[in-house]
C-alpha cells in the first residue's frame, strides 16, 4: 500500500511538472515565452498549443524556445526557425503569402458571392411580384366569380378583386 502511494506521488509529480513553465529572470522574456507558446502549434497534436501539450516534441520546443530567448533572439526569429523545421504547420495563423492567399481569401470571396447571390434573388422576386390585372384578366376572374360565388349574396355584398 504505501509503494503504490508513492508511485502515485511520483507518477502525479512528474506530470504536473511536465508543462511547468521555464523560469526567466527578466519578466519580459516570461510574456514572449507564454505568448509564443501559445501562439505555436504543437507538430504532433491536433490542434494544440506548445503550452498545453503533453507531447515529447511540444516539451523539446518549449525548451528550445526559452533557450532561444535567453539567447537575445526576436520572437520572429523563433517562429521562422521553427516554421523553418516543422512547416507553416506550427503556426495557428498562415502568413499571407503568395501560396496563402487563397486560404486568406476564400471566406471573403464566399461572403461576396453569398452577398451577390441573395442581391439576385430579391431583384428577382421584386421583378416576379404580381402585377394589376389587365382589362382580359378582369373579365375572366369576374366570370369565375360569378360562375362560382353562392347565390345568397346581392350585388353590393360582392366587393371588387384586389389586384
Given amino acids: 500500500m504505501l509503494i503504490a502511494?508513492?508511485?502515485?506521488?511520483?507518477v502525479f509529480v512528474s506530470l504536473a511538472s511536465a508543462n511547468e513553465p521555464h523560469r526567466f529572470d527578466d519578466p519580459s522574456l516570461a510574456g514572449r515565452y507564454q505568448a509564443l507558446t501559445e501562439e505555436l502549434r504543437c507538430p504532433k497534436?491536433?490542434?494544440?498549443?506548445?503550452a498545453s501539450s503533453n507531447a515529447p516534441i511540444a516539451a523539446d520546443m518549449r525548451d528550445r524556445i526559452s533557450e532561444w530567448l535567453n539567447q537575445g533572439r526576436s520572437d520572429e526569429q523563433i517562429r521562422q526557425?521553427?516554421?523553418?523545421?516543422?512547416?507553416?504547420?506550427?503556426?495557428?495563423?498562415?502568413?499571407?503569402?503568395?501560396?496563402t492567399w487563397l486560404l486568406w481569401g476564400l471566406?471573403?470571396?464566399?461572403?461576396?458571392?453569398?452577398?451577390?447571390?441573395?442581391?439576385?434573388?430579391?431583384?428577382?422576386?421584386?421583378?416576379?411580384?404580381?402585377?394589376?390585372?389587365?382589362?382580359?384578366?378582369?373579365?375572366?376572374?369576374?366570370?369565375?366569380?360569378?360562375?362560382?360565388?353562392?347565390?345568397?349574396?346581392?350585388?353590393?355584398d360582392r366587393q371588387e378583386p384586389r389586384p
Fill in 45 to 50: 497534436c491536433e490542434n494544440q498549443n506548445l
Fill in 107 to 156: 471566406p471573403g470571396l464566399a461572403v461576396l458571392l453569398g452577398l451577390v447571390i441573395l442581391g439576385l434573388l430579391i431583384i428577382r422576386a421584386r421583378r416576379e411580384r404580381v402585377s394589376e390585372l389587365d382589362e382580359r384578366e378582369r373579365a375572366r376572374l369576374a366570370e369565375l366569380l360569378e360562375k362560382h360565388a353562392p347565390e345568397a349574396l346581392d350585388e353590393d
Fill in 5 to 10: 502511494c508513492a508511485l502515485g506521488a511520483l
Fill in 81 to 99: 526557425a521553427l516554421v523553418d523545421r516543422f512547416g507553416e504547420y506550427v503556426l495557428y495563423k498562415p502568413r499571407i503569402e503568395s501560396r
